[in-house]
């Protein structure tokens, strides 16, 4: 199995819902990603956890709140978005932290949540 | 900081053509360098990576040469078909962070 799941695919919410995006892995990945995707724009990374711990926060606003409660899931609480959030959100997984060097460094991507904020 | 540039697109080739996509890099050491494809409403897909100078990554025809010395990892493919039509990202992978830097993409149109 070398798939990482999202759901839901599509969400549409208003600005004053909260939702949740989740991910799953079962390929005992210990490194764990968000990416932000604008149309025609290459992905940006969000967040990143490591063994279940927030590794890496890239300056996201906190209407954004990520959660790890396993080593498979990974979820993005969303809240009070405004619309020029809507983008494609992808999640990734990873064996150990992406490093330079390791032949086995590979990420694997969901196919993503089309998020539209209305 | 640590940069992937690629050349502009769409790029809009005709079956059984020869692509090339241009993807040089700024990074402080030797980064390692990957090539991701995205297809139309979908997350992104490994195509290859190599993880030290010279390494050459192939899959599905399409293959690329880590080259130091132009700091570049071109991607190319002996002859596309339609359903290559994709956005193709180049990335890297630097010493000193532990996440995946993007280019702009690249969009191929391959058309009968």
């Known amino acids: 199995d070398t798939e990482v799941t999202q759901t839901p695919k599509h969400l549409v919410m208003g600005m004053t819902n909260k939702k949740s995006l989740k991910c799953e892995q079962h390929?005992?990945?210990?490194?764990m990603y968000w990416y932000k995707q604008k149309a025609k724009k290459p992905p940006e990374l969000m967040f990143v956890?490591?063994?279940?711990?927030?590794?890496i926060n890239e300056s996201v606003p906190s209407r954004f709140s990520p959660e790890c409660p396993n080593s498979s899931l990974l979820n993005l609480h969303l809240h009070a978005l405004q619309p020029e959030d809507s983008a494609l959100y992808l999640c990734?997984?990873?064996?150990?932290?992406?490093?330079?060097?390791?032949?086995?460094?590979?990420?694997?991507f969901g196919q993503g949540t089309r998020l539209t904020v209305v | 900081g640590d940069s992937v540039t690629q050349m502009e697109g769409p790029v809009t080739l005709s079956e059984e053509a020869f692509l090339t996509i241009n993807c040089t890099y700024t990074?402080?050491?030797?980064?390692?360098l990957f090539w991701y494809v995205q297809y139309p409403g979908e997350g992104l897909q490994l195509l290859l990576k190599a993880t030290k100078a010279d390494d050459k990554g192939s899959n599905k025809g399409f293959e690329a040469t880590y080259r130091k010395e132009t700091t570049s990892f071109h991607l190319e493919k002996g002859s596309v078909q339609v359903s290559d039509s994709a956005v193709y990202f180049c990335?890297?992978?630097?010493?000193?962070?532990?996440?995946?830097?993007f280019g702009t993409g690249t969009q191929l149109k391959v058309e009968l």
């Open positions: 390929m005992g990945h210990r490194a």
């Open positions: 990734a997984s990873s064996q150990d932290l992406l490093a330079r060097g390791n032949s086995n460094t590979e990420a694997f």
């Open positions: 956890y490591s063994y279940e711990k927030l590794s």
């Open positions: 990335a890297l992978i630097t010493g000193g962070g532990n996440k995946l830097t």
């Open positions: 990074a402080t050491g030797y980064p390692s």
